[in-house]
């Protein structure tokens, strides 16, 4: 190593090189390296450094390796570069009496979680400053369709109680029974407590299924469009997605072998019943295939299953984890779509040596959840209200699907497709001619009414999500009159 | 590249290479190229695959990259190797009736999260099975020192609303305004409801600041010893960990300056007050240099402010955030070590681009927390209950600490060390005569009681965290006479 030769000793010099084998990334290594030389003294400050390309044939390493370590030093006021000179250590370092704040923003860039689409973060805003827009954007049930009453009826009756059996890491232990028996009877899904875990909406179960289950790097198929805030949170947790696309029959599961083969495909996601945001039911011979492909592949399949119980037909569809063989299914489920978003109950079923993971993992997030709106769910569920408010939820939202598809044939015309949702809360709508999302969002806004742009769930441009189950069902007319006349004007625009 | 030199058409051979400035990690980059050509038909099934050594060679990487990539393609099944002999391309893979669940115990395996410690898991589950255990371990209140029939009298006069305002990112409304003047009045903080976060509790703020403000690699400086679902939550967020030593004075800063410089210290963790494990204080003078040396450095600070209203003395200590210089500090509280855990209320105070940023990561966790819970924690703070509740609160804990030291001193005579804490829920406690943790533990278990040993908390052997506020007040000398017997025979057993 810069010896020339036995016997010849001129100088021994040994090129200190990054460890490839250590876990602290090699660009830390070098910065840690050269912030060691600088405090040596071997730059001073106001010296100048090594240009990039040097260092990286010195260190053996890429040029952008080197280019990382130079933008962590200089982030921490180490070294300094201007425009067209070199960089060079910091003059002021020295300095004792300089006392400024965090570079906070820089903070704020750091982490795994991608920021969420603007486009939701515009809607959220334009909603939130203006209450008179009528809102077929927010995903979820008005707030006369979810069971305030019987809710307020319970509490006043609930005792909060802290007992030690209460604290269980998987959940408050009666609302795990209740769960049971409830999948039993409403879906026909065999869980016992102990494979069910109670997590903050179905949200948190799939950020923990991605956090604990999946490493970075891995693969995974998703429907394609899929729910938005899932696709974000894939892509935070460093893995491929590979797509399957969603048909009006729902997801077609003929490509699975194909991409499992190519990607070694870890997981699948699907939401099979009135999937979010197409609103399509999948095919009983489609979930065979899925189930048959999954099982030899022996790819676990996440089912996300919000809305079968919304179904409008009086027999809800099976999930796939009812199937006999349905041994590859983890199955994720929340009351939010069907009673209160508000109360923040979600659920996963799964083996228990999953479970227990997840739970474990858990702990280091949040440490659980609060008993309370554990235990008002549970004495909701086994109440007599819940049959009811479930009947008045289906009959509510028939009332405002018809409503809105209705307004959409009246005065979208021949603008529109789409095929009537059979459950669920959204209408997934085609707009036939050409249009810009952002442009007809900003339209939309401008004239009062809020929708979410399917681009959001990884679509093509052109399609809109519709909930219709969010305004009021007096509003739902007036707000796809003002959708009317913001697609004409979006497309007017365009032709312009 | 292979040519041999221009003009000799021999074979123009293009070795494949990993592209080492692609997201997708090399080994993956391998086990794709080796799946390609395996399905290519290039390896055919029960062919034997190349050395690792000869890959890494052609290649251009480590041998561990080629075991990675290997070790992938051996987990989905591609590939076969059985002891002494060559790896091979699975002869099964082909066959298509073959179906059998996924392998959930390697699922189980993955992900970002560490395990947390087994003397943790051991510990619940032994509390979990025995309840007659007397438990120092659970670091909590006991559940007559919440205020249970308060929160009672609340929930029952509590109006679950779901308004669309309620809904906020940042959490309840009123809950952030309560706790604005709530910090005002108790802790000296100027914090408006904008620059507050509700969390689930403080270790959703802990997890929110390592998740979203810090980057894999990034080193950071902890307090020795510290909180343990800190620690391993650190690790699992892949931080390099620097260690700040605890002394009877609180944590001492001359430290700082040098570890910054050495590695680069993103972020200081501290809890001044009343420190978990060690119940220690931490002074005015270190306060001072605390803050002075993080503001030279533009260091931010995350004071985890969990005990300071427990004081025993009526001037409960200052939080650094109440510091007018405090601009580099980012606040975290909780109500569950002063109330009640089972709200699983906690807050951070951060400037807002701190606040958005960490909001909007937060949606891809759980979209939030539920309001009920805040409802009721708004109300508990701005009600007449607060006061009475904090002072009932404290004289217990001062009657329980004082049994405590008292029981230690009488039955356990010079075989422990402490200091008498001056606030909060523990005492921290040097066993004199050398022993081991696990068989201490263990020993004492047996015997009946529970604590949790002080390498948890990553101090050297022979320490205990004794959480005295835990078990009942009558249960104290008790358990104090079980715990001297288990010292006793681990000590004896050591010598033997
Ligand atoms: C398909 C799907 N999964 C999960 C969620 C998360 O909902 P929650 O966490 O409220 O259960 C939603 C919400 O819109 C959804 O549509
Ligand atoms: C120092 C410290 N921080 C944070 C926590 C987390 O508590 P919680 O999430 O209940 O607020 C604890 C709990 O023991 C703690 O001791």
Not at 42 to 49: I, K, T, W
Not at 100 to 115: D, K, M, S, T, V
Request: charged share 25%; glycine share 6%.
């Amino acid at each position: 190593m810069g010896q020339k030769g036995p016997g010849l000793v001129k100088q021994v010099f040994i090129v200190w090189k990054p460890d490839r084998r250590s876990p602290t990334p090699i660009y830390l290594q070098i910065a840690d390296r050269l912030q060691h030389l600088i405090n040596q003294g071997e730059y001073s400050p106001g010296s100048p450094l090594p240009s990039e390309r040097k260092l990286a044939e010195l260190y053996g390493v890429n040029r952008s390796t080197i280019v990382q370590a130079y933008t962590e030093l200089r982030a921490h006021g180490f070294i300094e570069s201007r425009p067209g000179s070199k960089t060079r250590v910091s003059l002021h370092r020295g300095r004792k009496d300089q006392t400024l704040p965090p570079e906070w923003h820089r903070y704020a860039e750091n982490g795994i979680f991608l920021p969420n689409t603007p486009f939701l973060r515009h809607i959220r805003e334009a909603l939130a400053q203006n209450p008179s827009i009528i809102d077929f954007a927010s995903g979820k049930l008005s707030l006369n369709l979810s069971p305030v009453q019987e809710i307020n009826e319970i509490m006043r009756n609930c005792i909060y109680q802290p007992e030690p059996e209460n604290d269980s890491i998987l959940g408050f232990p009666p609302l795990r029974r209740a769960l049971s028996a409830f999948l039993r009877k409403y879906r026909g899904i065999d869980a016992s407590p102990d494979s069910i875990l109670i997590t903050s909406g179905s949200q948190q179960a799939l950020y923990l299924i991605t956090q604990c289950l999946l490493s970075p790097g891995d693969a995974v198929a998703v429907e394609s469009p899929s729910y938005a805030l899932s696709l974000s949170m894939f892509q935070s947790a460093g893995l491929r997605m590979y797509r399957l696309p969603v048909d009006e029959h729902g997801v077609r599961p003929e490509g699975l072998r194909t991409l499992q083969k190519k990607y070694r495909i870890q997981m699948l996601f699907v939401n099979p019943n009135f999937q979010n945001p197409t609103g399509t039911l999948l095919q009983q011979e489609r979930k065979r295939l899925l189930l048959e492909t999954a099982g030899k592949l022996r790819l676990p399949i996440v089912e996300d299953d919000q809305f079968s119980l919304t179904a409008y037909d009086i027999n809800s569809p099976a999930p796939l984890k009812a199937e006999s063989d349905a041994v590859n299914t983890l199955y994720i489920g929340s009351f939010s779509k069907i009673a209160a978003s508000g109360l923040r109950i979600g659920w996963i079923v799964a083996p228990s040596s999953v479970i227990k993971r997840l739970a474990d993992a858990r702990r280091q997030m949040d440490l659980g959840f609060s008993v309370i709106p554990q235990q008002i769910a549970a004495e909701f569920m086994e109440s007599r209200y819940f049959d009811p408010h479930m009947d008045k939820l289906r009959q509510e939202l028939i009332r405002k699907r018809d409503k809105a598809a209705e307004a959409l044939r009246k005065h979208l015309g021949d603008l529109v497709e789409f095929t009537v949702p059979q459950g669920g809360l959204h209408l997934w709508c085609k707009i036939v001619p050409e249009v810009t999302d952002s442009r007809l969002l900003d339209e939309a806004l401008r004239q009062g009414v809020a929708f979410v742009p399917g681009s959001v769930y990884g679509a093509e441009a052109g399609y809109m999500r519709l909930t219709y189950a969010r305004p009021g069902a007096y509003d739902i007319e007036p707000g796809i009159i003002r959708l009317a006349s913001a697609v004409r004007n979006a497309v007017t625009y365009k032709k312009i």
